[in-house]
Structure formats: C-alpha cells, structure tokens
C-alpha cells in the first residue's frame, strides 16, 4: 500500500468517529486499534466528551486501556491536566492504571491529583501510584512525600488513610 493511500485510509478512519452512526463509530474504533497512531488519542478523547453512548464509551475506554506505545503518555498527562476533559478526567487517570504504560516519571501529578481531587478520583490517583512499577527519582520522593504529609492535616477523614499509604508507597520505590 503506498503512503498516499494509508494515508487517505487513516484519514477515512478519523472521519468516522465523527459519524452520527454509532456503527460506523465503533469500526472506526476498532480500526485504529490496527491502524492507529498516538496522536489518534486525542479525536477519541473528544468523543469522549460528546458522545455519550454506553458502547462507544466503554470501547474508547478499553482502546486506551490496550495502549501500549510510551508514546502515549504525554497525551494522556495533557488531557488529565486540560479542564476540557474535567468530565472525563477519572477515566483518564485509570487509564494511567490499566494500561501498561510506564507513569512514573509523573508521580507529582498523580500525588498532587490525590490530595486535591474528589475522593473517587483521588482514589485514582492513588491507584496509579499504588501501581507503578518504575522507581522514582531521589530527588523528587521527599518532595513528594512532604506534599502528602502536609495535606494529611487538611484532608477528609476518608482521604487521610489513602495519603499516609501513597507516603508508605513512595518510600518503597
């Protein structure tokens, strides 16, 4: 297949999702599974927001979920952070969990995510943390670690036990 071609193929794939048949949403969906391209993520995060059909949500969810390109990450740290996908913004911290994409390098995030955020999200976020597998760098663990016992004071009753384990757990990696 020359270049033009995957091209237009790609092209076609991306137009898709922006059908009115769910249908046709969905094999575009599955085709980028094959076909797809990191910077395909974020025309899935819009359809995220505006579509809010159970099936194209829990196939976008599960796409994002099977990423497996580092690649990816940066995208997904964007998105968390842009107020656009407030709606979204707990699925898209669990996709940090569920996929096997490494997140390590942005534990600030996720421990800022858990001692501001709603408890559910929180939660999340705590998930992530709970799940990396990568260690963090020195320099940044007492920072992090100092950011959660200073918020331990401030915090729920339901978040304080979920800030002194991220502390536990940012001292194990």
Not at 5 to 16: A, E, T, Y
Not at 71 to 82: G, L, M, N, P, Y
Request: hydrophobic share 40%; with cysteine; aromatic share 6%.
């Amino acid at each position: 297949m020359s270049n033009i071609s995957k091209k237009d193929l790609h092209n076609s794939i991306i137009l898709g999702l922006s059908s009115l048949d769910n249908k046709v949403v969905l094999d575009s969906i599955n085709q980028l599974r094959e076909e797809g391209k990191p910077e395909d993520i974020t025309p899935l995060l819009e359809l995220m927001i505006s579509n809010s059909s159970k099936e194209i949500q829990s196939a976008i969810h599960s796409f994002l979920a099977d990423l497996k390109n580092q690649d990816s990450d940066k995208i997904i740290i964007e998105a968390i952070a842009d107020e656009k996908y407030l709606t979204i913004r707990k699925i898209l911290i669990s996709i940090c969990w569920e996929t096997s994409i490494d997140f390590s390098k942005y534990i600030s995030t996720f421990v800022d995510l858990l001692i501001v955020s709603d408890f559910e999200t929180s939660f999340e976020a705590f998930t992530v943390i709970e799940n990396l597998t990568e260690k963090i760098s020195e320099e940044s663990k007492p920072v992090e670690m100092a950011k959660l016992k200073d918020a331990i004071s401030g915090a729920s009753p339901e978040k304080k036990g979920i800030l002194h384990e991220a502390i536990h757990i940012i001292d194990q990696l």
